[in-house]
């Protein structure tokens, strides 16, 4: 549902970090609250990631340090969890 917004593409962005975050968790038999214990982050905002989001119509936008987290429990790289195709961002913003 792309509206030509900006922020389109981070909201592509967001909902494939979840799928990707989904698909490792799944891979690895373990449950959301397992995984976010874990990675020492709730587990209310890890089922936020995995659907892409933060609050209801905002994008995800994880720290780094959660994500750094939850590649480490999952046992990937960082770069595994990145969807490939950055979004744009504008510079000065």
Request: no cysteine; charged share 30%.
């Amino acid at each position: 549902m792309a509206t030509g917004r900006p922020a389109d593409g981070w909201e592509r962005y967001a909902r494939e970090l979840g799928e990707r975050l989904h698909r490792l968790r799944i891979a690895r038999q373990l449950t959301q609250e397992r995984l976010a214990v874990a990675a020492d982050i709730t587990a209310f905002t890890y089922r936020k990631l995995e659907k892409g989001e933060s609050n209801p119509g905002t994008p995800a936008n994880p720290r780094l340090k959660t994500l750094v987290a939850l590649a480490e429990v999952l046992e990937v790289d960082l770069t595994e969890l990145l969807p490939p195709e950055m979004p744009g961002v504008a510079i000065g913003r």
